[in-house]
Nanobody, 124 residues
Framework: QVQLVESGGGLVQPGGSLRLSCIVSGFTSNYNAVGWFRQAPGKEREGVSCIIISEDTTSYVDSVKGRFTVSRDNAEITVYLQMNSLEPEDTAVYFC?????????????????WGQGTQVTVSS
């Protein structure tokens, strides 16, 4: 059974930073990626970043490039999302998920297992 647990969300002022963590248990070779998604009230779920575990290659949506960095722990499958220069528009519930993504790292349908989400609020 694959399980994902996110942590690290909270309230931060504009320009501040947060680091989200995603602990993945039960990860198997059936899946090759861990992705980060976010969903703001009234909006669709949006892919933010993705890391291909076997290759350490990363992808980012344009709105977070240069501000967010995804990485993973080498000892176990813990994936981090370092978020810098946060903006009010980054406010959302952030989810991590795992699946086999192929050439579509930001397609929610490619992910089979999801965490429960962690709230990120950027406000002064």
């Amino acid at each position: 059974q694959v399980q994902l647990v996110e942590s690290g969300g909270g309230l931060v002022q504009p320009g501040g930073s947060l680091r989200l963590s995603c602990i993945v248990s039960g990860f198997t070779s059936n899946y090759n990626a861990v992705g980060w998604f976010r969903q703001a009230p009234g909006k669709e779920r949006e892919g933010v970043s993705c890391i291909i575990i076997s290759e350490d290659t990363t992808s980012y949506v344009d709105s977070v490039k240069g501000r967010f960095t995804v990485s993973r722990d080498n000892a176990e499958i813990t994936v981090y999302l370092q978020m810098n220069s946060l903006e009010p528009e980054d406010t959302a519930v952030y989810f991590c998920a795992t699946g086999y993504v192929g050439d579509k790292p930001f397609a929610p349908g490619r992910y089979d297992y999801w965490g429960q989400g962690t709230q990120v609020t950027v406000s002064s």
